[in-house]
């Protein structure tokens, strides 16, 4: 009896639900406050850097021939900048462009889309890509995947916008 008590004993134990919970919690905590956050405060100081500087105003002249496709302004790419890094980020500073004058009620409608597609899209591609172990040299299509994505749903909007008479 003793022998079949110790050849339990010797079996792994599997860890309860609870205690895998923790773990990954544990896990996703150390990914976001050691990568997602940086990530998040960079796209804060590179829009305020920008506006500091001036630079916005040749960055919209530089990217209005490539913006206007999507019935944007060059400066609009700061938005989209900004959602790269986290979609509330890109919101916020399409509403701030917004409430400067900077862009239309309209243009701001064509930007939501593409934050909210390509949102984060540096926290998600490390939460889900590199946690994942995936192949790196997969790394750029799925980086690509949802920027193409984001262009498209404004493409999209523009065109929806344009059928209702919305300008």
Not at 52 to 78: D, H, R, S, W
Not at 141 to 166: E, K
């Amino acid at each position: 009896m003793a022998e079949s008590t110790s050849a339990v004993n010797l079996q792994k134990v599997k860890p309860s639900i609870v205690e895998e919970f923790v773990a990954g919690a544990k896990k996703g905590f150390y990914i976001g406050a050691e990568m997602i956050a940086p990530a998040m405060v960079l796209a804060y100081v590179l829009i305020q850097f920008l506006e500091i500087t001036g630079l916005m105003q040749g960055v919209g002249k530089l990217l209005g021939p490539v913006m206007a496709v999507f019935g944007l302004p060059g400066e609009a790419i700061i938005a989209l900048v900004a959602a790269f890094f986290a979609k509330a980020a890109g919101c916020a500073t399409a509403a701030t462009l917004y409430a400067k004058g900077v862009i239309t009620a309209t243009q701001a409608t064509i930007l939501f889309p593409a934050c909210v597609t390509m949102g984060t899209l540096i926290g998600h591609f490390v939460r889900i890509v590199i946690v994942a172990n995936t192949n790196q040299k997969r790394h750029p299509l799925l980086l690509c995947v949802p920027l193409v994505d984001a262009a498209v749903a404004m493409i999209i909007t523009r065109v929806i916008l344009s059928v209702w008479g919305i300008n």
